[in-house]
């Protein structure tokens, strides 16, 4: 199964990690062990997202298939199975304030952060 790479694909930045969490302040594009760029209303110009590709956890289907199917027979299996956790892949182009621009693929928590920092 695929997974975000949260890094910057192409343009300005190219091959730098991004970090962004649930609960973080703002996702940052990390240049060094100290030095970062922060992604949010001060720095980014604007966003657009590119792409957004949702794929089911194999593993989380699997198990609530299994769970589903011991509690409610072969309908509780087919529907825990089908009901696996989605996981959002994000294809975003990135304007900064100071003309750089990149594109990121980032995952569900670094695009929610990106977004909440951006607003």
Known sequence: MASAKNKVIA?????????GKAGMKH??????????????KDTVEE????????????????ARGL????????????AGATSGKNKGIYTVAVQF???????????????KALVKACF
């Open 27 to 40: 996702p940052v594009i990390a240049l060094g062990m100290i030095k970062s760029v922060p992604m949010n």
């Open 97 to 111: 304030k100071d003309g750089k621009k990149s594109l990121i693929e980032i995952d569900d928590a670094a695009y």
């Open 47 to 62: 966003y657009e997202l590119m792409t957004d590709e949702h794929t089911k956890s194999a593993a989380s289907g699997v």
């Open 67 to 78: 769970v589903g199917g011991f509690m409610f027979g072969g309908v509780g299996a087919l």
């Open 11 to 19: 343009g300005d930045y190219e091959g730098k990690n991004i970090v």
